[in-house]
């Protein structure tokens, strides 16, 4: 019997984990896909956002100021990539002016005390490859960057390490409520006290397991193109577009790796499970954000991908034990619920405590996780032919060492696809996109686990990101030009 079942192993699943492991608790995480971190969480912006747009009263608001402050000290115990880069959003049109003084109030409301209109020349300053038809901008300078899936990643070791059980491939498909909650994937079934639905896009079916569905999750599907890190230099600090009523426009970043990303649209589809991208909406983000930065070579596009927001039709975050007793309900968790995640899995607690819990601290908690990846000196002799694994370059694009493979597969979440490793060492996140080392990924993971190779996939079971037909047609047509210069 567990004290706490956990549905869905995305930020706010593994973040409600590893707050629960700090107590004497029997905590279950259990995710439907091959890995944690295979939903919303691994294809976002990845921004730490200030939390001065966001609706004054709301859920959002309070969670996003609250979650963006708690950064930094995670940062320090858990080492995921953080960089507090800050932002701009840019007017290029006098009566811009007007939303930026807006957005201004709206953060002051929220309790931002650390924004400042720039004008055209400090903008320039700041961001010399901006559109020089700039006319000025807000900046925030308690806005971030932050790898997603590797603190999502880096929060569900953390709370595996601390005794939280964790099951992958388990996709609960029926909930049953008695004294206790029965609840079933395919293959078993696990009794629990109380349930924690966060199981994102999918977390109002999940509700109706128990009639516990009081609110719908509409999926809007957002598109990125990602380019190489020899982008990177176009943006120092996140670049938004002033937000119109159409909606936030299209933004230009770093990703804390150094790539440069453009992107995401935003557009309502029937499934969740639809995370293809279409040559519409990458001509469409092209468009938008050469109006932010001109001159970036698409040349040099590395790939492009989409992420599913869970909109809810109460258009808040959805934070709550529900009507049906013992059953919380974390959902609705769109943008910016990455930046809000830290202060969702307090504010569980809150919840849990409030329903009458006791929960003892668990003496052997150790917040602390140390970095996946190593920091190689100037002087690093690594090759690909070394035989120390220290030593042995496996992805040369990243730099990543067989030693670096090895410890990710041996931390406690199970790690058996090329993808899983990607999303750890960045091992295939280069100019090759795992040409060279995949298979060299794949022989690693299967002599560790003692597999077969051919038992590695690249990715798990319903995880696709492959482009749609008319994407792969686009990227071609870059090539062809390419070779036309
Ligand atoms: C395009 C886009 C851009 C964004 N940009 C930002 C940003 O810059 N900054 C920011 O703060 N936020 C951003 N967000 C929001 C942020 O990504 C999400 O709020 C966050 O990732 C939600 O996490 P989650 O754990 O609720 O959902 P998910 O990561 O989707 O996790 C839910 C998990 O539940 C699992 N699951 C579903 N059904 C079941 C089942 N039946 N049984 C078991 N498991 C199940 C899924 O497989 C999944 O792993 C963005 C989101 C998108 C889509």
Redesign the pocket.
Known sequence: MYDYII????????TIARELSRYDVKVLL????ND??????????????GGFDDKPGTVKAKM?RK?NRMFEQLESELHFGLEMCGSLVMAFEEEEFETLNELVERGITNGIHDLVILDHDQVMEMEPYVNPEVKGALYCPSSGITS?FEL?IALAENAVANGVEIKLN????SIEKGETFKVS?IDAMYEGKVVIN??????D??AGFVGADNFKIIP?????ILLNKNQGYLANTVLFQCPTKVGKGILVTRTYHGNLML??N?QEVSEASDVGTSLEALTYIVEQARKSVADFDLKKTLTSF?????TSDRHDFIIEESAVKNFIN??G?????????PAIGLEVIEIIKSMGYELKPNPNFNPNRKPTLIKKSEDFDGSTEAEDPKKHIVCRCENVTEAEIVDAIHRGIPVNSIDSMKRRVRAGMGLCQGAYCGPRVAEIIARELNIPVEDVPKRGGG?STLPHRESRWFFKEIKKSEKNE
């Open positions: 549905i869905g192993a995305g930020v706010i699943g593994s259990l995710e439907k896909e944690v971190s295979c939903g919303a969480s691994k294809a976002n912006s990845g921004i730490v956002h996003c979650g997603p999502t388990s996709e609960v498909v994937t966060a199981a994102g896009a999918y977390s079916r999940v809007r599907r957002g598109e990125y992107g995401p935003a989409s992420g599913i927001r869970a974390v959902a968790i769109e943008s910016p619920g990455l930046t809000s995640s995880s």
